[in-house]
């Protein structure tokens, strides 16, 4: 069972930045794929950012691609999410989830992925 813990979240100005930080639990924790995924009251969880378990290949939704900025640090069990020039459209909660399994195609759905964090709530003010 791996646990994930978020934190970074809270309250900025539009086009302020946040930085998002994850830790796991888990000792294997370079053997996943991690991702952040986000859930905007009234809507579903949609995909932020991934991270092939080596570091080496990112992947990032478009309406945040060129602002945010996800890095991990397997010495550490920790995976980041930099937030830059932050929007309104961009509050939400914000959770980290791992992927034993990540494929180079399916890394931007829910089911992929199998442990998940509590979530940090994110809010921008215009």
């Known amino acids: 069972q791996v646990q994930l813990v978020e934190s970074g979240g809270g309250l900025v100005q539009a086009g302020g930045s946040l930085r998002l930080s994850c830790v796991a639990s888990?000792?294997?924790?370079?053997?996943?794929?991690m991702g952040w995924f986000r859930q905007a009251p009234g809507k579903e969880r949609e995909f932020v950012a991934a991270i092939r378990w080596s570091g080496a290949i990112t992947y990032y939704a478009d309406s945040v691609k060129g602002r945010f900025t996800i890095s991990r640090d397997n010495a550490r069990n920790t995976v980041s999410l930099q937030m830059n020039s932050l929007k309104p459209e961009d509050t939400a909660v914000y959770y980290c989830a791992a992927s034993y399994g990540m494929g180079y195609s399916d890394y931007g759905k829910r089911s992929i992925y199998d442990y998940w964090g509590q979530g940090t709530q994110v809010t921008v003010s215009s």
């Open positions: 888990e000792r294997a924790f370079s053997r996943y794929g």
